[in-house]
């Protein structure tokens, strides 16, 4: 039977759900759930939206309520934010509709204070509303910084990224470490033939500044990002717009990657059967007596590619994506469909059943990046960063919880994310001592 629904848009704020309440409208469906359109009561309260968003998280992520009101309202459904009319997608299908036939439309972003605070009166790319500024960052940051040809220059900066190892067993917070991580490879390749200094010793400054701020509870915000960025870049005048347009593009890259490197792990820990092929991969491909992995090793790791499509089907980075705002009308309309186990964490799937899946932002079924004409530039970077840096802390350490307990998974509110609590393990060495001692 088919059904059809639609909604016309004018004005309206999109808040496209996925690709974690995808998997809940298939239970929608599943459920016998009706496919009347209904409206949501409204949230009440005044703008802007994040504050909304927050409200709706209640105790629980805003994309776990959401996906509840979902199961009562329909996998399309409106709601009043204040004066904004949202509009809720919870469902491949429809997000394929707004974000193809209707991605110009949708291609604006709401006009929030906390886009013109956190974002640089907007000049960041990701707040930039549709027009002129907003085409010239994304050509710059697809083209100059992001393109498959960029990331291969900057191999050498992804794969240089290493942390020392020690033979003795020690707890880390991981999240934390995956973000010094990150933060390392992002300010490297932002302060790129800028600086005079050393680009390790630059990156180490700023990292042992970064450190010291955290030790002192200063908030880790992404303005200190750009603020210690700016002030590094002060000295400088040569080519300075294009490096803050760097920082702007990069600097989403932070929380998302270390937020799924941190999922992936934790999945991985709470599901050894998984985390034993992973190591058989490393072991095949690999073996013991080398230390450093570099990217045309991961092209071989199958399993693992698999575990990070799970993870961010399961636990995507923004399961919000970022708001869109229609700049004209438009009609949106859906018909449901169907899928298994949705809620198990299964890598193998995209080996057999969805092995011809992608995140490219094509295969509607699984977007986290998104689509359309606001997708996400930096996926390639996020995969690459993902593969590497988890393929090579798989390889060197081996990872226990402090007493053997399941991670704890829940989720905390945010426009990301991120786990409700630290993942802490004890990590002791993988490989034989004297790999560790050499030096490639
Ligand atoms: C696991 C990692 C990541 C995930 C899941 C992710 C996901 C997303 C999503 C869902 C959006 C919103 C798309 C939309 O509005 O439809 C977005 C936007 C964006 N992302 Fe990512 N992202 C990740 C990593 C990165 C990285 C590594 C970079 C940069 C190197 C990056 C740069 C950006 C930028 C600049 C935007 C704004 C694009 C625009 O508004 O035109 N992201 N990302």
């Not at 020690?170 to 600086?195: A, G, N, P």
């Not at 490197?261 to 690999?286: C, F, G, P």
């Not at 089907?313 to 919000?320: E, I, K, M, S, T």
Request: with cysteine; aromatic share 8%.
């Amino acid at each position: 039977m088919d059904y059809f629904h639609s909604v016309t848009a004018t004005s309206t704020v999109a808040i496209i759900a996925f690709p974690l309440l995808f998997l809940f409208s298939f239970l929608w469906i599943s459920r016998g759930n009706t496919n009347s359109k209904k409206t949501a009561p409204e949230a009440g309260g005044a703008c802007p939206i994040i504050g909304h968003l927050r409200l709706l998280g209640g105790p629980q992520p805003p994309h776990i309520s959401l996906a509840n009101m979902a199961d009562k309202y329909g996998r399309i459904f409106t709601i009043k934010l204040g004066v904004q009319r949202a509009l809720v997608v919870s469902n491949w299908e429809v997000a394929k509709e707004c974000l193809t036939i209707n991605d110009k439309a949708f291609a604006t972003r709401p006009n929030l204070a906390c886009a013109e605070l956190m974002g640089y009166h907007k000049a960041m790319i990701g707040f930039a509303p549709y027009g002129p500024h907003w085409r010239q960052m994304r050509k710059f940051t697809t083209i100059e910084l992001l393109s498959n040809h960029r990331l291969n220059l900057l191999k050498h900066v992804r794969e240089s990224e290493k942390k020392s190892s020690n033979s003795d067993k020690v707890l880390v917070e991981m999240k934390r470490w995956f973000r010094d991580v990150t933060l390392s490879v992002i300010l490297r390749i932002v302060l790129m033939k800028k600086v005079a200094k050393d680009l390790d010793q630059v990156a180490e400054e700023w990292l042992r500044e970064h450190k010291e701020k955290r030790a002192e509870n200063v908030a880790n915000s992404e303005e200190d990002f750009m603020g210690v960025l700016l002030s590094i870049l002060s000295d400088t005048e040569e080519h300075e717009a294009d490096t803050i347009n760097k920082a702007t593009s990069l600097v989403p890259a932070e929380d998302t990657s270390s937020i799924t490197m941190t999922w992936a792990l934790s999945l991985l820990l709470n599901n050894r059967d998984a985390l034993n092929k992973v190591k058989q991969e490393l072991d095949i491909y690999v073996g013991k007596d080398k230390l450093l992995l570099i990217e045309s090793d991961t092209k071989n790791f199958v399993y693992l590619q698999s575990v990070i499509k799970e993870t961010l089907r399961l636990y995507p980075a923004a399961p919000l994506s970022v708001t869109h705002e229609a700049i004209e009308d438009c009609s949106v309309k859906f018909r449901p469909t169907n899928i298994g186990n949705p809620l198990e964490f299964r890598p193998e799937r995209f080996i057999t059943t969805h092995k011809d899946i992608v995140v490219r932002g094509y295969d509607f079924e699984l977007i986290p990046f998104s689509s359309g004409r606001r997708m996400c530039p930096g996926y390639l970077f996020a995969l690459k960063i993902l593969e590497l840096t988890l393929a090579n802390v798989l390889h060197w350490f081996e990872f226990e919880t402090p007493s053997g307990e399941i991670v704890d998974m829940r989720e905390s509110p945010g426009l990301t994310n991120p786990k409700a609590t630290p993942l802490e393990v004890h990590i002791t060495p993988r490989l034989p001592t004297f790999v560790y001692q050499s030096t490639n």
